[in-house]
């Protein structure tokens, strides 16, 4: 299937006009730069959805009043409007948009390849948590055991490169933390989360490959900027 592209609107900030919000378009709402946003984002694309689903980027930093008041209280994103309603939650949206809209299936019927995909998923949190924890202390040490983790966790299923053998949500809900930990810690720390971990090595160079994600990719200067204010208080 190739590869639709499309051009990326400006985000809108306080000064913008909401869209006509509940009028039977699907909306994606999305900040360029949110890892969180950009798993739903992924999903939208490689599903081949463009045009079903409406990406309506936020700009976090000025945002406008409406999309709190009008859009999704929890004043966040990612959100997604469909069908008369608001639902939010990055892995909760991965989800929904495979269960509900058209497109490749991205979790799999296989049972025991099910199980392991939730298990992983469900670990997600932790494993973004304790490496943001980490910057201000043993960043190094934590990164070996998260990166461990997935090492370990790629080599259950022998039949691709993927956690679950074939690209699923599991790729999804990891890759835009995994992006930004990647540029981080080589710049910061000089620490190169694939050594010594060949198949991680060979997941980070096939996802590369995929249009769906690489359009969504922030760019690597900017991730370092922002976690050097959020965790090192550097400019």
């Not at 299937?1 to 869209?19: F, I, N, R, V």
């Not at 999305?30 to 999903?43: D, E, G, L, M, S």
């Not at 249009?211 to 690597?220: F, G, N, R, S």
Request: contains cysteine; aromatic residues 14%.
């Amino acid at each position: 299937m190739a590869y639709k592209h499309e051009d990326l609107s400006p985000p809108l900030d306080s000064t913008s006009s909401p869209p006509p919000l509940f009028d039977g378009t699907t909306r994606l709402y999305v900040c360029y730069t949110c890892p969180f946003a950009q798993r739903v984002w992924i999903t939208r694309n490689y599903k081949g959805l463009q045009d079903k689903i409406k990406l309506v980027p936020i700009n976090l930093q000025n945002r406008p009043a409406w999309y709190k008041e009008k859009v999704y209280p929890e004043n966040k994103v990612p959100s997604l409007e469909h069908n008369g309603k608001v639902i939010g939650e990055s892995l909760d949206l991965i989800k929904y948009v495979d269960s509900n809209f058209e497109g490749p299936s991205l979790f799999l019927t296989d049972p025991e390849r099910r199980k392991f995909g939730e298990e992983l998923i469900t670990y997600t949190d932790t494993f973004t948590r304790a490496l943001y924890s980490s910057f201000k202390g043993d960043a190094v040490k934590e990164a070996d055991a998260q990166f461990d983790y997935l090492e370990n966790a790629l080599k259950k299923f022998d039949d691709g490169p993927f956690f679950l053998g074939q690209f699923s949500l599991v790729d999804i809900a990891y890759i835009p933390c995994v992006e930004r930990f990647q540029v981080f810690l080589s710049e910061v720390f000089k620490y190169d989360i694939t050594a010594g971990r060949p198949k991680l090595a060979a997941w980070f160079e096939e996802i590369n490959k995929i249009e769906a994600y690489k359009v969504t990719k922030t760019d690597p200067k900017v991730v370092v900027e922002f976690f050097k204010k959020r965790f090192l208080d550097q400019q």
